[in-house]
C-alpha cells in the first residue's frame, strides 16, 4: 500500500504541472518522484496523469483524487499549526506570492526582517506579475493590488498603490503636455501588457467622482513595469504607472508627472491568505511584520514630495477573492 510520501509527491507533481518542478520543491530527484508516482498509480489501479515530455496533467481520477489529497494535506498543515501555537512560535515553511515590482520594494525587505525575527521560520517566496490561485498552488499567503471580490479568502489590507502619469521633459517639449486625459489620444503612450491575461492594462483617470478606463493606441507595448519606466526617461513617450516607481525619476526631474488632477483613487494593497478558524502562526507572523511604519518605509521612501499620503490600512481584515 502506498505510504503518504507518494501521496505527496503526487499532489506536488499536480500542482507544479511536471515532476522536475515538484522534485525541487520535495528535495527529491525527478525520477525519485516520477517513480513515486508510478507507483501509486500502479497501487490504485488508476492513470492519474497524461504525460509528455514536458508537462504532465490529470486526468479525470488523478483530477479526483488531487482534490481530496489537497484536502488531506490542508489538515496536516491545521494540525502542524497547532502544534506551532503550542510551542508558541512560529515555524515550518511559509510560502507566498508577490507582483514582482511590489515585491522588490516591500515584500523582500518584510520577509528579510522576518527571517531575522524567527529564524527557525522557512519562507519560499516567488515574484511574478501573473496571478496564482492560493489554494491550488498550495500557497500560505500571495499580496494582491486591487479591489477584490469576496469569496472565501481573506484579504488583509496593508496600504495602497497611486498611480501617475509622467513623460520624460524632452518628451513634452517636443510634443506638448496634455491638459486632459482626452488629449492622450495624440501622444505616445508606454502600456503595460498583463502577464495573466496577454491584454493590455488600461490606463486609469478620475472624473468627477467616477472611474474612466482608456486603451491606449499603444506606441510601446512590454510586459515589464521597470523598462516601460525606463523607456519614458529615454523620451519615449507618456506612461502610467505606480507613482512609487517612478518617483525617484521624478524628484530627480527625469519624468514630469501630468494630468495629476485626474489621478485614480489609490488601489488597495493586500495580504490574501485562505480562511481558517486558527491562522497559522506563520501567517499570522507574516501579518504582523506588515505594521504601517514598515509598508511607510518601504513605499514612503519612493514617494514623490507632492504625492497624496497614502491611507492607512484598516484594522480588521475582509472577506476577498483569490
Same mark, same amino acid.
Given at each position: 500500500?502506498?505510504?503518504?510520501?507518494?501521496?505527496?509527491?503526487?499532489?506536488?507533481?499536480?500542482?507544479?504541472?511536471?515532476?522536475?518542478?515538484?522534485?525541487?520543491?520535495?528535495?527529491?530527484?525527478?525520477?525519485?518522484?516520477?517513480?513515486?508516482?508510478?507507483?501509486?498509480?500502479?497501487?490504485?489501479?488508476?492513470?492519474?496523469?497524461?504525460?509528455?515530455?514536458?508537462?504532465?496533467?490529470? *486526468?479525470?481520477?488523478?483530477?479526483?483524487? #488531487?482534490?481530496?489529497?489537497?484536502?488531506?494535506?490542508?489538515?496536516?498543515?491545521?494540525?502542524?499549526?497547532?502544534?506551532? *501555537?503550542?510551542?508558541?512560535?512560529?515555524?515550518?515553511?511559509?510560502?507566498?506570492?508577490?507582483?514582482?515590482?511590489?515585491?522588490?520594494?516591500?515584500?523582500?525587505?518584510?520577509?528579510?526582517?522576518?527571517?531575522?525575527?524567527?529564524?527557525?521560520?522557512?519562507?519560499?517566496?516567488?515574484?511574478?506579475?501573473?496571478?496564482?490561485?492560493?489554494?491550488?498552488?498550495?500557497?500560505?499567503?500571495?499580496?494582491?493590488?486591487?479591489?477584490?471580490?469576496?469569496? *472565501?479568502?481573506?484579504?488583509?489590507?496593508?496600504?495602497?498603490?497611486?498611480?501617475?502619469?509622467?513623460?520624460?521633459?524632452? #518628451?513634452?517639449?517636443?510634443?506638448?503636455?496634455?491638459?486632459?486625459?482626452?488629449?492622450?489620444?495624440?501622444?505616445?503612450?508606454?502600456?503595460?501588457?498583463?502577464?495573466?491575461?496577454?491584454?493590455?492594462?488600461?490606463?486609469?483617470?478620475?472624473?468627477?467622482?467616477?472611474?474612466?478606463?482608456?486603451?491606449?493606441?499603444?506606441?510601446?507595448?512590454?510586459?515589464?513595469?521597470?523598462?516601460?519606466?525606463?523607456?519614458?526617461?529615454?523620451?519615449?513617450?507618456?506612461?502610467?504607472?505606480?507613482?512609487?516607481?517612478?518617483?525617484?525619476?521624478?524628484?530627480?526631474?527625469?519624468?514630469?508627472?501630468?494630468?495629476?488632477?485626474?489621478?485614480?483613487?489609490?488601489?488597495?494593497?493586500?495580504?490574501?491568505?485562505?480562511?481558517?478558524?486558527?491562522?497559522?502562526?506563520?501567517?499570522?507572523?507574516?501579518?504582523?511584520?506588515? *505594521?504601517?511604519?514598515?509598508?511607510?518605509?518601504?513605499?514612503?521612501?519612493?514617494?514623490?514630495?507632492?504625492?497624496?499620503?497614502?491611507?492607512?490600512?484598516?484594522?480588521?481584515?475582509?472577506?476577498?477573492?483569490?
Amino acid at each position: 500500500m502506498a505510504g503518504l510520501q507518494a501521496y505527496v509527491a503526487f499532489a506536488e507533481s499536480a500542482r507544479y504541472g511536471n515532476f522536475a518542478a515538484a522534485a525541487r520543491e520535495l528535495g527529491l530527484s525527478a525520477s525519485a518522484v516520477a517513480k513515486s508516482v508510478g507507483r501509486l498509480e500502479d497501487d490504485l489501479g488508476l492513470r492519474l496523469f497524461h504525460r509528455t515530455t514536458r508537462r504532465v496533467t490529470l *486526468t479525470s481520477e488523478g483530477q479526483d483524487l #488531487y482534490v481530496r489529497c489537497r484536502r488531506v494535506l490542508e489538515e496536516i498543515e491545521a494540525m502542524r499549526g497547532a502544534a506551532e *501555537t503550542a510551542r508558541g512560535h512560529p515555524s515550518g515553511t511559509l510560502r507566498i506570492d508577490a507582483p514582482l515590482t511590489l515585491g522588490r520594494m516591500l515584500v523582500a525587505p518584510v520577509l528579510a526582517e522576518l527571517a531575522r525575527t524567527h529564524p527557525q521560520l522557512a519562507i519560499q517566496v516567488s515574484f511574478s506579475d501573473r496571478q496564482v490561485d492560493l489554494v491550488q498552488a498550495g500557497l500560505d499567503a500571495v499580496i494582491r493590488i486591487g479591489h477584490l471580490p469576496d469569496s *472565501t479568502l481573506v484579504a488583509w489590507p496593508i496600504g495602497a498603490q497611486v498611480l501617475a502619469v509622467g513623460a520624460a521633459p524632452t #518628451y513634452l517639449a517636443a510634443r506638448s503636455t496634455p491638459a486632459t486625459p482626452r488629449e492622450l489620444a495624440t501622444h505616445a503612450c508606454l502600456v503595460f501588457r498583463l502577464p495573466s491575461s496577454g491584454r493590455v492594462r488600461p490606463w486609469q483617470f478620475r472624473s468627477g467622482d467616477r472611474l474612466q478606463e482608456w486603451v491606449p493606441e499603444a506606441a510601446f507595448v512590454m510586459n515589464d513595469g521597470e523598462a516601460l519606466v525606463a523607456a519614458a526617461v529615454e523620451g519615449t513617450g507618456l506612461v502610467q504607472a505606480p507613482l512609487c516607481m517612478i518617483a525617484q525619476e521624478l524628484r530627480a526631474g527625469r519624468i514630469v508627472e501630468v494630468l495629476e488632477r485626474f489621478r485614480p483613487e489609490p488601489l488597495p494593497i493586500s495580504l490574501v491568505y485562505p480562511s481558517h478558524r486558527k491562522v497559522p502562526p506563520r501567517v499570522r507572523a507574516l501579518i504582523e511584520a506588515f *505594521t504601517p511604519d514598515r509598508v511607510a518605509t518601504a513605499l514612503g521612501a519612493f514617494e514623490a514630495a507632492k504625492a497624496r499620503p497614502l491611507p492607512r490600512a484598516a484594522p480588521s481584515p475582509s472577506r476577498r477573492s483569490r
